[in-house]
């Protein structure tokens, strides 16, 4: 028999201080950006991003993954 209930981790806060709602800089393109977290992943974040902050990227919505090594708390 399978053991599941080892199947998935449960995925740790990093302990830089990044939580659900709080915000985020990092740097895209030479541009600092600012997003708010949406959803924290075992090596990275979701963020939410400004429409500005999306046009400027061309992205095709306003969420983006970034490390967790690249963006500080704000």
């Known amino acids: 028999t399978m053991n599941t209930s080892n199947n998935f981790r ?3 806060p990093p302990n830089n201080g990044a939580a659900i709602d709080k915000f985020i800089e990092f740097t895209r ?3 600092k950006i600012t997003g708010q977290v949406v959803h924290i ?3 990275s974040v979701i963020v939410k991003l400004e429409q500005e902050d ?3 990227l061309g992205l095709e919505n306003e ?3 970034v490390n967790h090594k ?3 708390v704000i």
Do not use: I, M, S
Request: proline share 0%; hydrophobic share 35%.
């Open 10 to 12: 449960k995925v740790e």
């Open 29 to 31: 393109h030479e541009k």
């Open 41 to 43: 992943r075992e090596l």
């Open 54 to 56: 999306v046009q400027f």
């Open 63 to 65: 969420l983006t993954v």
């Open 70 to 72: 690249k963006y500080k």
